[in-house]
């Protein structure tokens, strides 16, 4: 007997249908069996889901910060974008270990630091996969020796 993706088994696989002439089936009239639970078949794995975390990412002087990321399911990877003003200011790639939580690090790029820099704090979407969240960026305290 073999079976593949689309078939449904039983735990006790004791119920055969088989075509007979004219359309007839055979193998008894006998209606499935009470437990009709389908068996968990090996194969596809849960899709990933990245979900995006928090609201405020401090950025250094040099335009370096984190996002707070978390994947559940499978291991996710793919593209970071951090956009301000209709402009894309930052874009990272990013691979996030199945249910665990990481930073995804980017690095503004020269105008997003310069847009930064003038305003002190900046209003951003972040984007990656189907994942969608707002962020406020704020400038990192420069220390002085």
Do not use: N
Not at 36 to 53: H, N
């Amino acid at each position: 007997m073999t079976a593949d993706a689309a078939d449904v088994l039983f735990g006790d696989c004791e119920l055969v249908t088989r075509a007979g002439q004219g359309g007839e089936t055979t193998g008894g009239d006998t209606p499935p069996p009470g437990d009709t639970t389908p068996i968990d078949t090996p194969g596809t794995p849960p899709p990933a889901t990245l979900a995006l975390r928090g609201s405020k990412v401090r950025v250094g002087h040099r335009g370096r910060g984190g996002i707070p990321a978390s994947c559940a399911g499978a291991a996710c990877t793919g593209t970071l974008v951090l956009k301000a003003r209709r402009r894309t200011i930052a874009r990272a790639r990013y691979s996030v270990a199945a249910a665990t939580a990481a930073r995804v690090p980017f690095r503004l790029t020269r105008k997003g630091r310069a847009l930064l820099r003038r305003a002190g704090r900046l209003k951003a979407t972040a984007s990656a996969g189907a994942a969608t969240r707002r962020y406020t960026l704020v400038r990192e305290a420069t220390r002085k020796a």
